[in-house]
């Protein structure tokens, strides 16, 4: 757990975090998260549909009838598995004010993962409108970049604390990340996306390496 400026950082594993602030309880893209860090969600927001992002099994560990959900369109087919409060849908570009806080949709897409390099179809098409979230907590704002290359959407976020994917292969890759990082300048940068189903410790390690000197970098331990 880290805290900052009076949020509460917990790593929950792959992409998966959840923010503490006061009563308030965000997670984002919760994936085999463990018992203890299964409690009562204030808001979820999701990125996108694949299965390790929009889990129903997590879902249904903290979704109350008074869960707030926000995703892209792409995962409301699933979330009828669940039973929250209320589904806001989102597309990026867009802003929406949610349980205090303001959340803003981040394109999320890639540039060079592919996942047919012959017809250069990747993993993670812009026109799908995938997500990644600046969220504004009082007077901290939060950029989770979800699964995405380091576009110029990207790039032109100014935030606070980034959480970055750093595994390569559907995401940026640590020096991807860490040039990602260098430009945009946020205050604390945190890795994300190893350790699950890509990627392993020694990538985030490599983005902290990288960024000696240019960007306070904090790996947390996954709980």
């Known amino acids: 757990m880290l805290s900052f400026d009076g949020v ?36 979820v927001l999701l990125t996108h549909e694949h299965f390790d992002h929009c889990s ?9 009838r008074t869960t707030i959900i926000v995703c892209p369109q792409e995962c409301l087919s699933v979330l009828g598995k669940v039973e929250p409060g209320e589904v806001i849908p989102i597309k990026p570009g867009e802003k929406r004010a949610v349980a205090g806080i303001t959340v803003a949709a981040v394109p999320a897409y890639n540039l060079n993962k592919y996942r047919d390099p012959a017809t250069k179809t990747v993993f993670h098409p812009k026109q799908d409108e995938k997500n990644g979230y600046l969220l504004t907590l009082g007077s901290t704002t939060v950029y989770h970049a979800g699964d995405s290359d380091a576009t110029p959407e990207m790039l032109a976020v100014k935030c606070d604390v980034a959480l970055l994917p750093v595994s390569g292969t559907y995401v940026m890759t640590a020096e991807e990340a860490a040039g990602a990082a260098a430009k945009m300048k946020p205050k604390l940068a945190i890795p994300m996306h190893y350790g699950s189903i890509v990627g392993s410790d020694a990538d985030a390690r490599r983005f902290q390496e990288l960024l000696k000197g240019k960007a306070d970098v904090k790996i947390l331990e996954k709980e």
């Open 8 to 43: 509460s950082f917990h790593w929950l594993g792959h992409d998966g975090f959840l923010f503490e602030k006061g009563p308030l309880r965000i997670y984002i893209d919760p994936f085999r998260i463990s018992g203890k860090m299964a409690k009562p969600a204030s808001l």
């Open 56 to 64: 129903v099994e997590d879902l249904r560990k903290i979704v109350t």
